[in-house]
């Protein structure tokens, strides 16, 4: 791509504009490729036009953490969002309602996360340099909902918490494990050759060397979602017995 800006590409930058340029980016090159120089290039302006909209390399990033959110939030808009105890059906809003919008939240984080493999490593990495306060209003969005969602089930302070922590680590941890496999060769056909395990001492790895190729496919959907099923259902025995968080 050249690197002259060009009138036609310039047209009205705002930080929507920059963000989605960054976006594009990242998507096609992956992280190690963006800067604030290759987004102007992408738009067709100076590097300099940019600092008005995004004020450093570190606020991009966050930009493109807010973007991702942002698409899952517009992803989420008829998932149950109780302000109170009921659902927008007018009945009680209990647990049955509490899984399924949990399940919803993890599907669609994980939908929106496969279109954008390259920076849903941002999600979790992000967030730890950044004060609660000053985090993108969408992603405080994202957290909001969830404690909205386990407050309006019933759940106590304390267990409200804890499964919002398993469910935080858990998702984030599930997805970004399972978009983000690093393989050695990628025009390598052979999985084994790929993913570099001839590298490995047999002796040494030979789990790895074994399961090596299986892992690194996908799990998708199913394991993300038979995997928040048992860490729910394992939050207490009883709550295992019955499929349910414990909300005590």
Not at 18 to 34: F, I, K, M, P, Y
Not at 164 to 177: P, T
Request: hydrophobic content about 45%; charged content about 25%.
């Amino acid at each position: 791509m050249s690197g002259e800006p060009s009138a036609a590409r310039r047209g009205r930058l705002t930080r929507e504009r920059v963000l989605r340029a960054a976006l594009t980016v990242a998507d096609a090159e992956g992280l190690a490729a963006l800067s604030m120089r290759r987004v102007a290039v992408e738009l067709g302006v100076e590097t300099m036009a940019l600092y008005r909209y995004t004020a450093s390399k570190d606020d991009l990033l966050d930009g493109l953490v807010e973007t991702l959110f942002l698409e899952v939030e517009e992803q989420l808009s008829d998932v149950p969002r109780p302000t109170d105890a009921e659902t927008p059906s007018g009945g009680p809003f209990g647990v049955p309602e509490l899984r399924e919008a949990l399940h919803a939240i993890a599907r669609e984080m994980y939908r929106v996360a496969a279109v954008h493999p390259n920076i849903i490593s941002l999600c979790a990495s992000r967030p730890l340099m950044v004060p609660l306060a000053r985090r993108p209003q969408a992603v405080l969005r994202f957290h909001e909902r969830l404690l909205t969602l386990l407050r309006a089930a019933g759940l106590e302070d304390g267990a409200a918490l804890r499964v919002y922590r398993v469910y935080m680590s858990w998702v984030l941890g599930y997805i970004v494990i399972d978009l983000r496999a690093v393989v050695d060769d990628p025009d390598e056909p052979d999985p084994a050759f790929r993913l570099g395990l001839h590298r490995l001492p047999a002796r040494d790895f030979p789990m790895l060397r074994a399961y090596g190729p299986a892992l690194a496919e996908r799990g998708g959907e199913e394991q993300l979602a038979a995997g928040l099923d048992a860490l729910l259902a394992s939050l207490s025995p009883d709550a295992a017995r019955q499929g349910r968080p414990d909300p005590a």
